[in-house]
């Protein structure tokens, strides 16, 4: 008989060959995830015409990159108009404007895995991603040519830095967190200026870690002290223009909400705001769930990133409600970014459930109610501000020497996009009220087609000239006024809802 030789035995190999097999499973679930998560952000991403404010974006990406960052153009600071205005190389339809957002909605799927891995391990971390991938309420503003999902992709990543710095013996050593924490809180600062909550509750609870392990340590004063630095030096060139649009925004169309909405808007966000049956019970069920992660921290591992996320789920929308007395800034989108945080600590409250069987049951439950509202989110049809049929109908019914007028003026920044689109040249006027934001004022002076911004009291005199005018209203505070001097000398023909915007047509009297 020959003699074979045999492998020598290493001890182990099962080991290891067991943990390849488990990171090459792990790999391959976390691909399906963002592929479906992908698919599902660009799945009938223009299917509805831009409304206001993703026409406003392209407004601002027409601009400039020293008129973009040398003077506000909108509300929200410059970086996403900045970077819309580089993506522009790859068109301008709808689906092209919006591509940007899905593709940062995308990776904010990898962002949150790597968060839940991070604090719990790698169930946690794909659960997470893939509870993000099916929320329809990160689908939708994914979907949006706005900077709310990169205002949730850099909170995710300062996160990321956060559990980082706060799980490790010596925080201090471990710069790739500190690195994480600075560039995504710069990222979400100049995305939104509700991220200053961010940095706000981040610090109290790095703070108050500190003064609870009783000992002064110098390398980490020194480090927090630094990313602090440079987070409030490179932020401090939108810092007086927030100051400024404090002020301006005093009087602007938000109002502070009663506290019952302002609840409902909160459920919105962490329950599921498209469910047509049981809407009322989800964010219960949802918030239940998130609980159970945070005891889950608090009683096995390290409970210190478990009030850091906690922070960021309850205070956000108390704080953002209570600045709302002063400036109001309290809305859905406004309260989107604390969605990144519940979504990790339900996702951690699911994987720790005993027995162990009632893991997948829940899992199968929450996924199932995430699907069924992000079903229905990709089925409505009603569409919010059809700029596109607005334009279409005008041209196609519109004698000569027509006028469009505005309330509020900005209106004419999406008419415009779908009339040159469409090659309709028609005279325009904009009415603007005396206390509206200068930054609107200054969008509507660079129109791309022709404009005037006139004020209530020059109306008559703007519109002698026409025997037709279109009013196109949109949040239009002196609607009464305007119609009440256009009936001096004009018939009303008719009027309708199209989506949120009010169409008037008034023909001059003979």
Same mark, same amino acid.
């Given at each position: 008989?020959?003699?074979?030789?045999?492998?020598?035995?290493?001890?182990?190999?099962?080991?290891?060959?067991r943990a390849n097999?488990?990171?090459s *499973?792990? %790999?391959?679930? &976390?691909?399906? #995830?963002?592929?479906?998560?992908?698919? @599902?952000?660009? $799945?009938?991403? +223009?299917?509805?015409?831009?409304?206001?404010?993703?026409a406003?974006?392209?407004?601002c990406?027409?601009?400039t990159?020293?008129e973009?960052?040398?003077?506000?153009?909108d509300?929200?600071?410059p970086?996403?108009?900045?970077?819309?205005?580089a993506?522009?190389?790859?068109?301008?339809s709808e *689906?092209? %404007?919006r591509? &940007?957002?899905? #593709?940062?909605?995308?990776?904010?799927? @990898?962002?949150? $895995?790597a968060? +839940?891995?991070?604090?719990?391990?790698?169930?946690?971390?794909?659960l997470?991603?893939?509870?993000?991938?099916?929320s329809?309420l990160?689908v939708?503003?994914?979907?949006?040519?706005?900077?709310?999902?990169?205002?949730?992709?850099?909170?995710?990543?300062?996160?990321?830095?956060?559990?980082?710095i706060?799980?490790?013996a010596?925080?201090?050593?471990?710069?790739r967190?500190?690195?994480?924490?600075?560039?995504?809180?710069?990222?979400?600062l100049?995305?939104?200026?509700?991220?200053?909550?961010?940095?706000?509750?981040s610090?109290?609870?790095l703070?108050?870690?500190?003064?609870?392990?009783?000992r002064?340590?110098?390398?980490?004063?020194?480090?927090w002290?630094?990313?602090n630095?440079i987070?409030?030096g490179?932020?401090?060139?939108?810092?007086p223009?927030?100051?400024?649009?404090?002020f301006?925004?005093?009087?602007?169309?938000?109002?502070r909400?009663?506290?019952?909405?302002?609840?409902?808007?909160v459920?919105?966000?962490?329950?599921q705001?498209?469910?047509s049956a049981?809407?009322?019970y989800v964010?219960?069920?949802?918030?239940?769930?998130s609980?159970?992660?945070l005891?889950?921290?608090?009683?096995v591992r390290?409970?210190?990133?478990?009030?850091?996320?906690?922070?960021?789920?309850g205070?956000?929308?108390i704080?953002?409600?209570?600045?709302?007395f002063?400036t109001?800034?309290f809305m859905?989108?406004?309260l989107?970014?604390?969605?990144v945080p519940?979504?990790?600590?339900?996702?951690?409250g699911?994987?720790?459930?005993?027995?162990?069987?009632l893991?997948?049951?829940a899992?199968?439950?929450?996924?199932?109610?995430?699907?069924?509202?992000?079903?229905?989110?990709l089925?409505y049809?009603?569409?919010?501000?059809?700029?596109?049929?607005?334009?279409?109908?005008?041209?196609t019914?519109?004698p000569?020497?027509?006028?469009v007028l505005f309330?509020?003026?900005?209106?004419?920044?999406?008419?415009s996009y779908?009339?040159?689109r469409?090659?309709?040249l028609?005279a325009?006027?904009g009415?603007v009220l005396?206390?509206e934001p200068?930054?609107?004022?200054r969008?509507?002076?660079?129109?791309?087609s022709?404009l005037?911004?006139?004020?209530?009291?020059?109306?008559?005199?703007?519109?002698?000239?026409?025997?037709t005018?279109?009013?196109?209203?949109?949040?239009?505070?002196?609607?009464?006024?305007?119609?009440?001097?256009?009936s001096?000398d004009?018939?009303?023909?008719r009027?309708?809802?199209?989506?949120?915007?009010?169409?008037?047509?008034?023909?001059?009297?003979?």
């Amino acid at each position: 008989m020959p003699f074979v030789r045999r492998s020598p035995w290493v001890p182990g190999t099962k080991a290891v060959v067991r943990a390849n097999q488990c990171n090459s *499973a792990r %790999l391959i679930t &976390l691909c399906l #995830i963002v592929l479906l998560g992908a698919g @599902l952000r660009f $799945y009938g991403i +223009g299917r509805e015409a831009l409304w206001m404010d993703e026409a406003t974006t392209v407004r601002c990406a027409d601009l400039t990159l020293s008129e973009i960052w040398g003077q506000p153009c909108d509300d929200n600071p410059p970086l996403y108009f900045a970077l819309q205005k580089a993506w522009l190389v790859f068109g301008r339809s709808e *689906a092209a %404007l919006r591509s &940007l957002s899905a #593709i940062i909605g995308t990776l904010s799927i @990898l962002i949150i $895995y790597a968060v +839940g891995e991070k604090l719990a391990g790698t169930g946690v971390g794909l659960l997470s991603a893939g509870l993000m991938a099916t929320s329809a309420l990160h689908v939708e503003y994914s979907q949006e040519a706005r900077g709310y999902v990169l205002l949730m992709a850099g909170s995710a990543l300062a996160i990321w830095g956060l559990i980082g710095i706060l799980a490790e013996a010596a925080p201090f050593r471990c710069p790739r967190s500190w690195f994480a924490y600075v560039l995504g809180s710069v990222v979400a600062l100049y995305s939104h200026n509700t991220a200053a909550l961010f940095i706000i509750l981040s610090n109290l609870v790095l703070c108050c870690w500190w003064a609870a392990h009783w000992r002064f340590s110098r390398c980490f004063l020194l480090a927090w002290l630094s990313a602090n630095l440079i987070i409030l030096g490179v932020w401090s060139w939108w810092l007086p223009v927030i100051i400024q649009q404090t002020f301006e925004l005093k009087d602007f169309w938000l109002v502070r909400p009663p506290l019952s909405t302002a609840i409902g808007t909160v459920e919105n966000v962490y329950g599921q705001m498209y469910l047509s049956a049981g809407q009322r019970y989800v964010p219960l069920v949802f918030i239940a769930l998130s609980g159970l992660g945070l005891i889950r921290l608090f009683v096995v591992r390290n409970p210190w990133p478990g009030v850091l996320l906690a922070a960021f789920i309850g205070f956000v929308p108390i704080l953002t409600y209570v600045i709302s007395f002063h400036t109001p800034i309290f809305m859905l989108r406004t309260l989107l970014w604390p969605l990144v945080p519940f979504l990790i600590l339900m996702a951690t409250g699911i994987v720790s459930m005993r027995p162990w069987p009632l893991t997948p049951v829940a899992i199968v439950l929450v996924i199932g109610i995430q699907s069924t509202a992000l079903t229905n989110y990709l089925s409505y049809t009603v569409k919010r501000e059809p700029w596109d049929e607005i334009v279409q109908m005008i041209k196609t019914s519109s004698p000569k020497h027509a006028v469009v007028l505005f309330c509020a003026a900005d209106g004419e920044i999406p008419f415009s996009y779908y009339a040159v689109r469409s090659q309709f040249l028609i005279a325009m006027g904009g009415i603007v009220l005396p206390g509206e934001p200068a930054w609107r004022k200054r969008l509507v002076y660079k129109p791309v087609s022709h404009l005037r911004v006139i004020g209530t009291d020059q109306l008559r005199e703007f519109v002698d000239p026409f025997p037709t005018v279109w009013l196109v209203e949109r949040f239009c505070e002196p609607s009464a006024a305007i119609h009440e001097g256009m009936s001096n000398d004009y018939d009303l023909l008719r009027s309708e809802w199209m989506g949120g915007l009010l169409i008037t047509l008034f023909s001059k009297k003979s």
